[in-house]
């Protein structure tokens, strides 16, 4: 049920957010250094143990995936929220923070989302514990107003990350490098509009997404667009295929068009785009190749896909 902002519980601070304990202490990490200097210099490096690798990528958070993990109605991890009224912030709506409640698996990656056309947050708000369960803060935000246009919804969704980073209760849960965006229809077209204009995002994933302007090949972005076979309103043959297209071939990016769905498949929990859009989030926002699985090869066409195109192994 959505709760005026006016009634809404006032954000409290969560429990202290000091940075974990690192995995090794400083005698074992000077252990290590030395111990790889030495194999450096006697050649020894491809004896070290498969331990010696197993923390190389900082971002990663959770256990090793696997086809139920990601396609779980929740992940790893308990979920918290915070409703952030209108009232308190500037550029954007408000919304819902959804966020790991944990403070012992350091900070996390974070992604706002924006509802579509004449949408609010509720349209969108099975997203948000969905994919903080799986090691993300999530923001769903409300626009100014709902019917506010995509360029308009790409900026409000930059306004919630840097109110996500710089201002909310939970911002130092979130490694501030590592943002993405995702949206509905206006609110996808929004996101492709946030990733043209900050190329710093690691992520952007547009689901069944509108916009007068076809072409992006301004976005760096790592870009993975949702369209729906049976979309009439974006319909993929003029938004979602086209944006797709556009974006550079060199950029990691990749096109899924859901089988038997409409323009609002996005606004009901969806187990397709949740395990996809969680894939990428962690393959572009963690750099977890363990997720690399899931995008490569190709996922083939089945009852639920109609299509999936895209690079592959990707590239950055
Ligand atoms: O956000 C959307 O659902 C955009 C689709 C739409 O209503 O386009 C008509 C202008
Ligand atoms: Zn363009």
Known sequence: MQQHPLTAPVSTAPVSTTPPPRRAGRR????????????????????TSPGAHAADNPYERGPAPTTASIEASRGYYAVSDISVSSLLVTGFGGGTIYYPTTTADGTFGAVAISPGYTGTQSSIAWLGPRLAS????????????????????????????????????VRGRIDSSRLGV???????????????????LQAA??????????????ISTPTLIVGA??????????HAEPFYTSLPASLDRAYLELNNASHFAPNTSDTTIAKYSVSWLKR??????????????????????????GNCPHTS
């Open 28 to 47: 074992a990490r000077r252990f290590a250094s030395a111990a790889a200097a030495i194999a450096a210099v006697v050649g020894l490096s491809t004896l």
């Open 134 to 169: 799986q090691g993300f803060v999530v923001f769903t935000i409300d626009t100014l107003t709902t019917l506010d246009q995509p360029d308009s919804r790409g900026r409000q969704l930059l306004a919630a990350l840097d109110y996500l980073t710089q201002r909310s209760s």
């Open 182 to 200: 995702m949206g509905h229809s206006m609110g996808g077209g929004g996101s492709l509009e946030a990733a043209k204009t900050r190329p710093s």
């Open 205 to 218: 994933i547009p689901l069944t997404p509108w916009n007068l302007d076809k072409t992006w090949p301004e």
């Open 229 to 238: 076979d049976g979309d009439s309103i974006a319909p993929v043959s003029s």
């Open 284 to 309: 572009f926002i963690d750099n977890d190749t363990r997720y690399e699985q899931f995008l490569c090869p190709l996922p083939r066409p089945s009852l639920t896909i109609e299509e999936y195109r």
